[in-house]
């Protein structure tokens, strides 16, 4: 069992940037994929970014050229570096860590872009 806990999360205003942390409980190497999503109000929870173990990265249309997903292995760490933000980008941002059987989640960490 691995637990996730993101942090980083909070308010900032439009434009502004945030770096939010999932650090999980045991070792990362052996995961497919390891990824953020996020849910607003009132909408489904949707991918946002996704780094495999390969360190290959993918993005939602929404966030290319703005947000960057990266890992430490070492650290057992994944990172998510949100810049030029919009009030769009507010919602809970939630970890995951995929393998083949195997689904986690963090608790999620709430990200506010507002003036």
């Known amino acids: 069992q691995v637990q996730l806990v993101e942090s980083g999360g909070g308010l900032v205003q439009p434009g502004g940037s945030l770096r939010l942390s999932c650090a999980a409980s045991?070792?990362?190497?052996?995961?497919?994929?390891m990824g953020w999503y996020r849910q607003a109000p009132g909408k489904q929870r949707e991918l946002v970014a996704l780094i495999t173990s390969g360190a290959s990265r993918a993005y939602a249309d929404s966030v290319k050229g703005r947000f960057t997903i990266s890992r430490d292995n070492a650290k057992n760490t994944v990172y998510l570096q949100m810049n030029s933000l919009k009030p769009e980008d507010t919602a809970v941002y939630y970890c995951?860590?995929?393998?083949?059987?195997?689904?986690?989640w963090g608790q999620g960490t709430q990200v506010t872009v507002s003036s």
């Open positions: 045991g070792s990362i190497f052996g995961f497919n994929t």
């Open positions: 995951n860590a995929h393998r083949v059987m195997d689904d986690y």
